[in-house]
């Protein structure tokens, strides 16, 4: 399908091409433009389905009305979800998202910010990867608007909106303790980065309260490990520890690695073994018996990081940096 361009707009309505700039500019009265002519060219723009060019607009204006947001994994729910929320806040307020994934990947990450950066975007939302904070203290010299989601470096002065991770974690073991559960074992992965070390924190402090702390009931998978290789880690971890009646994992895919591992073994949940998860995911909802989780809270976080993002982007030198903790839910479904 063919381009409307402003030449196309200007023969329909029978006006100059200058005419019609000035008008899809939001110029026309300023330039002395009768207001029939502009109500008739408007009518053609929209009759003809016209979109401006976003290069074009960004080399008149030097604004792109975009923003870049880059999370570990587009294809995780969780990711694809505060994604789909970003994406909508952003558009009700005229701008456009450009997201891609890192993979957990470093130098991935750093090529992203660079590439977004050429790309003009206005301001970035980002899941940072462990050594990504010196291209982020990069974004903060350069005047670039950035907020952290999910995860953040507690030392570095920037805007973050995260699930408090610490107290989601606490309540879910906690959870599992009053239901009679006494072997409460713990998958995480080996990032170290601080979202995962604090809702293992949550676990433990919870289980040392309790006087029922076990630290060899703790396994740590590869994150680049493919599925195959997280299950059988999976199987070789519960078989070794045949005492365990109950697990936290602390994401979702670790956790629906985890259902497989019990099919293969012929656990059945929760009589032999009861099951909570991190992150929420359809299958969670689907499976059977279906899966109890702590929720992040993904609209609140979707918003209000766009509400961050925007107060810097109206005035980057007036901004204050807000560090936002967004409690989480635990819904408990079949698995416990």
Known sequence: MKRITIKDIATEAQVSISTVSFVINGKGEKMAISPAVIKKV?????????????????????????????????????????????EDEAKNIDYRVFYCSTG???????ELVHSLLQANVEGFIITPTKNLEKTIDLLLKLQRPVVLIDRYFAHQKVSHVV??????????TKFLMEKGCKNIAVVNNKSQMIQMKLREKGYTDAL????????????????HANEQSRIDSLIGFFK??????????????????GLQAFRSMGYKIPEDISVISFDDHDSF???????????????????????????????FEAFKIEKVLKKGTLIVRESV
């Open 240 to 257: 070794a520890n045949p005492g365990i009646d109950a697990v936290l994992f602390l994401a979702n895919y670790m956790g629906l690695a």
């Open 42 to 86: 408007k009518e053609v723009a929209e009759k003809l389905h016209y979109r401006p060019s976003m290069i074009a607009s960004s080399l008149r204006t030097g604004k792109t009305r975009s923003i870049g947001l880059i999370v570990e994994d587009i294809s995780n729910q969780f990711f694809a979800d505060l994604a789909r929320v970003i």
């Open 104 to 110: 957990d990947d470093d130098a991935r990450s750093e």
């Open 208 to 223: 040392k309260e309790g006087g029922i702390y076990d630290k060899s009931l703790a396994l740590y998978l590869d994150y």
């Open 285 to 315: 909802k689907l499976h059977t018996p279906t899966i109890s989780v702590i929720a992040q809270p993904i609209e609140d976080i979707a918003i209000k990081s766009i509400q961050l993002l925007m107060s810097q982007m109206t005035d």
């Open 163 to 172: 699930m408090d991770n610490y107290e989601g974690s606490y309540s879910a």
